[in-house]
T-cell receptor, first 115, second 111 residues
Framework: NAGVTQTPKFQVLKTGQSMTLQCAQD?????MSWYRQDPGMGLRLIHY???????DQGEVPNGYNVSRSTTEDFPLRLLSAAPSQTSVYFC??????????????FGPGTRLTVL | GQNIDQPTEMTATEGAIVQINCTYQ??????LFWYQQHAGEAPTFLSY??LDGLEEKGRFSSFLSRSKGYSYLLLKELQMKDSASYLC????????????WGLGTSLAVNP
């Protein structure tokens, strides 16, 4: 099992550019989520999904879109990059329990810089 | 509101025992998780508590008191590699499908 994979590992964008961060898991997990992590701010949930075709917003969804067309893949799209989106992005997946996430497996992260 | 509190930083000595506390105030509770995160890496799962009491897993144990909104992570026989950030997260359950995360406790283990 590859677990949770994320690409790219590093990315530099200019303000206004768009891009997609890829996330895939091979554990047949229903629950997938995207977090950003900034110094002093902890992990903040951007978007999450409880299954194919179902997505919902987290704490900080503005400027980001997601889709879940398959169980395996959960891409995160930055519509028009801004310097405030400079961060480390983590994708995570898990089985669900009581409607929420169980033990989450995290991808290695994408380090994004927006100039 | 929803809130999780953890100490920001702790230091300890190799071979010692350290206890990292987490207090939470949430509307609803359906489980508490502890994760470890080394600098520059992704978080990894350490433990899960949903009922009151102690869960032991090797050198690591986690305790939960739901009536007090309190958990702690106990690390025994500390090793240098235990230097990391320790994150506490609460699942509220019901229709709420999101975790609430603490800001993490940065633990430095000194020789």
């Amino acid at each position: 099992n590859a677990g949770v994979t994320q690409t790219p590992k590093f990315q530099v964008l200019k303000t206004g550019q768009s891009m997609t961060l890829q996330c895939a898991q091979d554990m047949n997990h229903e629950y997938m989520s995207w977090y950003r992590q900034d110094p002093g701010m902890g992990l903040r949930l951007i978007h999450y999904s409880v299954g194919a075709g179902i997505t919902d917003q987290g704490e900080v969804p503005n400027g980001y879109n997601v889709s879940r067309s398959t169980t395996e893949d959960f891409p995160l799209r930055l519509l028009s990059a801004a310097p405030s989106q400079t961060s480390v992005y983590f994708c995570a997946s898990s089985y669900t329990i009581a409607g929420g996430p169980n033990e989450q497996f995290f991808g290695p992260g994408t380090r994004l810089t927006v100039l | 509101g929803q809130n999780i509190d953890q100490p920001t930083e702790m230091t300890a000595t190799e071979g010692a025992i350290v206890q990292i506390n987490c207090t939470y105030q949430t509307s609803g509770f359906n489980g508490l998780f502890w994760y470890q995160q080394h600098a520059g890496e992704a978080p990894t799962f350490l433990s899960y508590n949903v009922l009151d009491g102690l869960e032991e897993k090797g050198r690591f144990s986690s305790f939960l008191s739901r009536s007090k909104g309190y958990s702690y992570l106990l690390l025994k026989e500390l090793q240098m590699k235990d230097s990391a950030s320790y994150l506490c997260a609460v699942r509220r359950g019901g229709n709420n499908r999101k975790l609430i995360w603490g800001l993490g406790t940065s633990l430095a283990v000194n020789p």
